[in-house]
């Protein structure tokens, strides 16, 4: 990579990287979530993902944190927030921000099933013309069903409200969902 490509990547972004990264190294101290004197974080769990993809001038950064709360050991209610930075070089670059509120149910525990609201802010700015750029919101309710083991889920999700203007390439995506 060289010196001036990696300039290219907007500022926000890498505070966002330096934040998380030092945010982790904290994360690894030891703690006894046992000793916790409040039974309602002795029920909360954290998770969520980050994504990295480069390809011949493509760049796709993303990073969702979430939290959830467990009511019990079948149902579990959550927030999640979402950052994605995509650009196509001599094409776009676009930013999408928002966040989720997710909802779990384990009828069994290896099976997961949830819904998920999720709102994000799109703003897409196309190289060379500030008069195509478009900015808008864009509103996914997704249904999944995953097998679970442990904190991990993988699985599936549907987009029920795919759309022919819907920012992902396909309704149905698979996922990993992790919570420690």
Same mark, same amino acid.
């Given at each position: 990579? =060289?010196?001036?490509?990696?300039?290219?990547?907007?500022?926000?972004?890498?505070? %966002?990287? @330096? &934040?998380?990264? =030092?945010?982790?190294?904290?994360?690894?101290?030891?703690?006894?979530?046992?000793?916790?004197?409040?039974?309602?974080?002795?029920?909360?769990?954290?998770?969520?993902?980050?994504?990295?993809?480069?390809? =011949?001038?493509?760049?796709?950064?993303? &990073?969702?944190?979430?939290?959830?709360?467990?009511?019990?050991?079948?149902?579990?209610?959550?927030?999640?927030?979402?950052?994605?930075? &995509?650009?196509?070089?001599?094409?776009?670059?676009?930013?999408?921000?928002?966040?989720?509120?997710?909802?779990?149910?384990?009828?069994?525990?290896?099976?997961?099933?949830?819904?998920?609201?999720?709102? %994000?802010?799109?703003?897409?700015?196309?190289?060379?013309?500030?008069?195509?750029?478009?900015?808008?919101?864009?509103?996914?309710?997704?249904?999944? &069903?995953?097998?679970?083991?442990?904190?991990?889920? @993988?699985?599936?999700?549907?987009?029920?409200?795919?759309?022919?203007?819907?920012?992902?390439? =396909?309704?149905?995506?698979?996922?990993?969902?992790?919570?420690?």
């Amino acid at each position: 990579m =060289s010196k001036k490509r990696f300039f290219d990547v907007p500022k926000s972004f890498l505070i %966002l990287i @330096i &934040l998380f990264f =030092s945010t982790a190294l904290f994360a690894q101290q030891s703690t006894n979530y046992a000793n916790i004197r409040n039974p309602f974080w002795r029920s909360v769990q954290f998770g969520g993902g980050i994504g990295l993809g480069f390809g =011949s001038g493509y760049t796709d950064i993303s &990073l969702a944190p979430s939290a959830i709360y467990n009511f019990n050991n079948y149902i579990a209610l959550g927030l999640g927030l979402q950052y994605k930075y &995509l650009k196509q070089r001599d094409f776009y670059a676009s930013h999408l921000y928002g966040g989720s509120v997710i909802g779990l149910f384990n009828p069994i525990p290896e099976i997961q099933l949830s819904a998920e609201l999720e709102q %994000l802010r799109v703003n897409i700015n196309l190289d060379g013309s500030n008069t195509n750029s478009q900015d808008y919101w864009n509103t996914g309710l997704f249904i999944g &069903l995953g097998y679970r083991s442990g904190n991990a889920t @993988i699985g599936g999700r549907y987009n029920v409200l795919t759309d022919k203007n819907n920012i992902y390439g =396909s309704a149905f995506m698979p996922f990993i969902r992790v919570y420690f």
